[in-house]
Nanobody
Framework: QVQLVESGGGLVQAGESLRLSCAASGSIFRIRTLGWYRQAPGKQRELVATITSTGSTNYADSVKGRFTISRDNAKNTVYLQMNSLKPEDTAVYYC??????????WGQGTQVTVSS
């Protein structure tokens, strides 16, 4: 089992920044990929960014150049630095862990609201 706890959400104005954190615990040695997804009201959950155990990253086109995902393996934590936030970035942001056995774990989510 893997447990994920997100933090760092909040209310900001357009153009400002936020950093989300996701702390993993449990069977962390099984984690291959960590990622951030988001879900806006009335929309499906979508990928924001992922990072593998070797540091390879992948971003949604909508956040490229503005968001940066990073991973601190010593702290078992993944971060999402979000710059130049836009109102359309408003959503609940979820941390996701994918294990080498293709199991998926989700955090409880953290709300990010960007006002115009």
């Amino acid at each position: 089992q893997v447990q994920l706890v997100e933090s760092g959400g909040g209310l900001v104005q357009a153009g400002e920044s936020l950093r989300l954190s996701c702390a993993a615990s449990g069977s962390i040695f099984r984690i291959r990929t960590l990622g951030w997804y988001r879900q806006a009201p009335g929309k499906q959950r979508e990928l924001v960014a992922t990072i593998t155990s070797t540091g390879s990253t992948n971003y949604a086109d909508s956040v490229k150049g503005r968001f940066t995902i990073s991973r601190d393996n010593a702290k078992n934590t993944v971060y999402l630095q979000m710059n130049s936030l836009k109102p359309e970035d408003t959503a609940v942001y979820y941390c996701r862990a994918r294990t080498y056995a293709s199991e998926t774990y989700w955090g409880q989510g953290t709300q990010v609201t960007v006002s115009s």
